[in-house]
């Protein structure tokens, strides 16, 4: 389930029958709490968090989440000392603190995670790729492009939540400060709609089930307006949403549906 995907904050949860983890906590403890009680799961539940990059929307939640709740906050060595340089760190970790290295397996429980390099402009920005009961999960929040290397961990993945930041036409003519506009399109920004789209038809295959696309821009974007690129692009290359793979939006401050495999 994702509990947040924006840039106001990003919460995503990923859980067997007994237990789980939390991908980023951008929101904050409370909403977390809420929103996991309303699908029957404690805070006690969760194993672990595991963070993508360092700028706020992603890690608000994590100094109490770890220091008051004490469940292990997973990050490189770049991201752990990002966070605690963070503004919005008011609970810094000490204890909670769990490092990981790129490329190297992590086992929590049933879960099989390996944390992989994208490119965006926080202090180190990882994707996920996680293996639970036979399922794999590509986790790919915030990235400017999308490298060879986190387009191997797309394609070997059953389950991909992805971003689709923005419309350029919509960036173009918004309000945006020129210089905020260049940031987003750079190679460290954000991923555009016809960006996922084109790259989704071109290396999408049997195995991929289910497409989330997250992080939609409030200003610069529309649900329906990203959904509608992608699945276009994906029927020109002959995949069919809702026959041959299922496709959908993440909301920005709601829930989504809860997923079961």
Known sequence: MS???GSSGNCYYLGTESY???IDAGISIRTIKKKLKEINVSLESIKAVLVTHDHADHI??????????NIPIYATALVHEGINRSYCMTEKLHT????????ELLQIGDFNITAFEIPHDGTDNVGYFIEVAGKRFAFLTDLGEITPKAAAYICKSQYLILEANYDDEMLKMGPYPHYLKERIKSGTGHMSNVDTA?????????????IWLC?????????ELA?????LKLKERGFIVGRDLHLFTLKRTLSSDVYEF
């Open 3 to 5: 509990l947040a995907s």
């Open 20 to 22: 789980g983890i939390l």
């Open 60 to 69: 608000k939640g994590v100094g109490h989440l770890g220091e008051k709740m």
């Open 96 to 103: 909670s603190a769990h490092f990981l290295v790129k490329e």
């Open 198 to 210: 084109d790259f989704l038809a071109e290396h999408a295959t049997e195995e991929l089930q289910y």
């Open 215 to 223: 992080h939609l821009s409030k200003d610069n974007n529309h649900p």
């Open 227 to 231: 959904y509608k690129t992608v699945e």
